[in-house]
């Protein structure tokens, strides 16, 4: 397994998220040794929902208008189709997703959660799968929508669905180490050039 230590991970839902679709990513980076923080425009606990039955509450552990983020290295978006539609609305999502992708770093979205890609304005021209029932949305935004269990697409992994968690979660770690060498590769780079 890929060794993701030191990683800083940004996980951001609200109430309504699909339960698995935040639990089992969440497990599997910090399994493989990332720092996890649950970021939400709301504190407190978030509802989780098994598909349309109230699931688990999680811990939220920043408010996301107070995330930085320069503080983290990749973000999981969760899907659930509430909490998607929620979130994507919020100037404060929409700015923290165009920051991470103009630093070009790696962004994991399953089910319902490229909405928030779409209404962040970074769908165009980019290949990637979701839950079905937002195929158009995501072609009628300039996306390329595929219908497969994993999609990786430069410094993008997305998925469908609960069903296709193993081979997303498989995905995640291994682009998040990509992106973690290389950006380790690049600290060395810079700390050489300075010696000199």
Known sequence: MANLNGFRV????????????????????????ATVTVLSPKSGNLQA????????????????SEADPDEFDGVVLPGGALNADFLRVLPELQSFLRTMQDAHKPIAAICHAP???ISAGLVQGRKLTSYH????????????????????????????QPDDLPAFNKAMINLFARSGSQTADQSASARATSVR
């Open 133 to 160: 029932t937002i195929q158009d949305d995501i072609r009628n935004a300039g996306g390329n929508w595929v219908d497969q269990e994993v999609v990786e697409d430069d410094n993008w992994v997305t998925s469908r």
């Open 115 to 117: 909405w928030e890609l």
């Open 49 to 64: 929902f098994r598909h349309m039955e109230k699931g688990i509450t999680v811990l939220v552990n920043k408010p996301l």
């Open 10 to 33: 940004a996980v951001i839902a609200t109430d309504g998220f699909e339960e698995q679709e935040l639990t089992e990513p969440v497990g599997a980076l910090k399994d493989a040794g």
